[in-house]
């Protein structure tokens, strides 16, 4: 499908891109080769092929989730570079 420079200017107003006159020659081109490549890929029989996401199946890579000991409150707040009150102090975000 060949887009005409008009239909590249439309374009690149609609994504406000201010194009030079070689950037609408070159992109009408490009433009044109990917909606070709589009084309192609529709004409390809797709029927009874279930939708997907990905092509290999997937499972949760995830390891288990298990208790297990962890810091205590003063070791956590002991690499701390400020604390106060049993929490760790950090510069205000908002003023």
């Known amino acids: 499908m060949a887009l005409t420079s008009a239909e590249v200017l439309h374009i690149a ?29 529709a004409a390809v029989d797709t029927e009874g092929v279930e939708p997907t996401a990905h092509p290999l199946p997937l499972s949760n890579v995830m390891r288990d989730d ?17 604390a106060e009150d049993g929490y760790i102090r950090v510069r205000a975000v908002l003023e």
């Not at 070689?22 to 890929?41: K, M, P, W």
Request: aromatic share 4%.
């Open 66 to 82: 298990l208790v297990a000991p962890s810091l205590s409150q003063a070791e956590a707040l002991a690499n701390a570079p400020q």
């Open 13 to 41: 107003r609609l994504a406000r891109i201010a194009l030079r006159d070689a950037d609408v020659e070159r992109f009408t081109a490009q433009l044109s080769g990917i909606l070709d490549h589009f084309a192609a890929l």
